[in-house]
Structure formats: C-alpha cells, structure tokens
C-alpha cells in the first residue's frame, strides 16, 4: 500500500511540475487575415505552381506536405498552420472594404521559411490556439 501511495505522490508532483508548462507556457501572440481558414493542401498545390513562389524551400514543402490534413491562415509575412479543430477558434470574415485581422495566443510547434522567393514568408506549426481578439482597419482610399 504505501508502495502505491508513493507512485501515486511521484505521479502528481510531475503531473503538477509539467503540465502548466505544457498548457500555458511558451504562448506566442500571432495575428492573421480573417479571411481563411484555406487548406493545406492548397497553399502547397499554390506554392507548387505560382510564379512567385519560384525558387521556395523543397524541404519546408515537403514538410508541410507531411502535415496531413490541417488548416492554414495567412499573416503578413506568415502562414500559419494548425489543426481544424484550433481554425475553428479564430473567426473567418470575408470584406472587401476593411482589413480585418485576427489576434491568438499559441504554442508554435516548429518554424521554417519558404526560402529565398520574390515574396518570403515563415511557415509555423501551431497548436493550442487561445483568440484573443479582432482589429478592423478601413482600407486607405476605399469605401465611402
């Protein structure tokens, strides 16, 4: 009994020790175009055939080939990719005559870069979305 006692003692230290690290530890703050989320599948059938993305990283995409089925948001400078179930915590607003942008917390699994292309840009992995909120800019010289 005290055997089991003790395992149990050892298991809640390290459950109390780790876990908050893992939930709320190393949270970084994004923000991305609400318009989205886009497939995955999408942006590497677009990496793969559009001009400007001519000279991209073969690794980063073949990485992100081996990512399966997830959703990516586009930031400036950014894709971000994470799972559907993390999409569906960042509202998607389609406008043409505002900017909207959307703002989370999250933990970034990895980072790579498209490479040396006309218009580069960083590919996260993400996971543990948290929004937090939204910005909406009026575009300069548009609407009424």
């Known amino acids: ?21 893992d939930i709320s530890g190393n949270m970084t703050e994004l923000t991305v175009y609400s318009e989205g989320p886009i497939p995955l599948s999408d942006i590497v059938k677009d990496i793969e055939t559009a001009e400007y993305y001519n000279g991209h990283d073969n690794d980063t995409l073949n990485w992100m080939k081996s990512l399966g089925n997830k959703s990516v948001f586009s930031g400036n400078g950014t894709f971000v990719i994470m799972s559907q179930e993390d ?24 980072t790579h870069s498209l490479g040396n292309v006309k218009y580069p840009k960083d590919v996260l992995l993400v996971e543990n979305v948290n929004y937090l909120n939204e910005t909406i800019d009026d575009i300069p010289g548009g609407g009424a």
Do not use: G, H, N, Q
């Not at 089991?4 to 109390?16: H, N, R, S």
């Not at 569906?88 to 699994?109: N, Q, W």
């Open 87 to 110: 999409a569906r915590k960042i509202p998607s607003v389609y406008a043409t005559d505002v900017i909207i942008t959307e703002t989370f917390e999250c933990k970034v699994l990895e």
């Open 1 to 21: 009994m005290a055997v089991l006692v003790a395992i149990l003692a050892l298991v809640a230290v390290y459950y109390v020790s780790e876990s908050p690290d």
